[in-house]
């Protein structure tokens, strides 16, 4: 019988590597994946010295089509049981949609978009003939929320991710396999550097900026509850109940508020 795991995307910083400590701790085996070779090298290290499990890595760039291809053939070529696949890799571009390349936007629905449905759609087979699986997509409430600046395509990306983590769910839930959209507010982790907007996320009050780790642990326990769509936090779930019943205008004056820059950068 093949080895039991779980694959996570964009383990080599923030959430996903919170999941995937939180994911060691509960005894999985773990397929650890980002670019930053070096990085998952000795996140993997650590990992297996701090928990007794199997701990490989694949260095793949998700922007590139054949990737979820490759991280799927790695695993079937190793013999690794996919259990639990976590799609949260994620970026958001640093640079406004006029100035941006047409190919910078496809290289972002690939990551955000694109690779998450490739590797579903690889992995639920496997997942079927194994008589289940756990799938969770890293959303956003971003998602659920007015648009904001961080670029036009963002926000709907992640809305598309939710309605297809649905799909899957309404697909698969009575043959076993749930798909959990867990969808985090502001959380400290590189994504606002990486994504050129840490000097707004510096502005957003103390009171909505949660650590990754709380994120992880929130999302993973949502997961294994075969929850349909999560929001990590209560400060988050009361906020979009409160988005969805606030006539816009007054929402968008409300986010300028809380999240100067965010919502108002032009
Ligand atoms: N932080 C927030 O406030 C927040 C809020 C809501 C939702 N989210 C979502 O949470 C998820 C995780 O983000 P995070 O906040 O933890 O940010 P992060 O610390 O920057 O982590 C992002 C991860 O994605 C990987 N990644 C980025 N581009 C990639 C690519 N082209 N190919 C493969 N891997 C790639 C990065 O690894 P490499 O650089 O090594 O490739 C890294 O491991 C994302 O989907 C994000 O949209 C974040």
């Not at 970026?91 to 590797?119: P, Q």
């Not at 409300?254 to 032009?266: C, E, F, H, Q, V």
């Amino acid at each position: 019988m093949k080895d039991s795991y779980a694959l996570i995307t964009g383990a080599s910083s923030g959430i996903g590597l919170e999941i995937a400590k939180n994911l060691a701790k509960r005894g999985y085996n773990l397929i650890l994946t980002a670019r930053r070779t070096e990085l998952l090298e000795s996140l993997s290290k650590e990992i297996t010295n701090e928990n007794n499990i199997n701990v490989d890595i694949i260095s793949k760039d998700l922007s590139q089509y054949e990737a979820p291809k490759e991280i799927f053939e790695f695993c079937e070529s190793k013999n690794y049981r996919v259990d639990i696949l976590v799609n949260n890799a994620g970026y958001g571009i640093k640079t406004s949609f006029h100035e941006t390349s047409i190919e910078d936007e496809e290289a972002f629905i690939r990551v955000l978009g694109t690779s998450v449905i490739m590797l579903t759609k690889l992995f639920i087979p496997k997942m079927l003939e194994n008589g289940g699986g756990k799938i969770m997509i890293v959303s956003s409430v971003a998602s659920l929320t007015p648009p904001s600046a961080i670029q036009p395509l963002y926000g709907p990306i992640k809305t598309f991710m939710n309605r297809f983590s649905d799909g899957i769910n309404i697909n698969y839930k009575n043959k076993g396999i749930t798909s959990t959209a867990v969808c985090p507010g502001f959380t400290t982790t590189g994504f606002h550097t990486a994504s050129g907007v840490q000097k707004e996320m510096d502005r957003v009050p103390k009171f909505m900026v949660f650590p990754a780790s709380r994120i992880a642990n929130e999302g993973v326990e949502a997961m294994f509850a075969g929850k349909r769509i999560f929001i990590p936090t209560k400060t988050y779930r009361t906020l979009v109940f409160l988005t969805s019943n606030l006539p816009q205008s007054l929402l968008r004056f409300i986010s300028k508020l809380l999240a100067p820059g965010r919502y108002d950068r032009n």
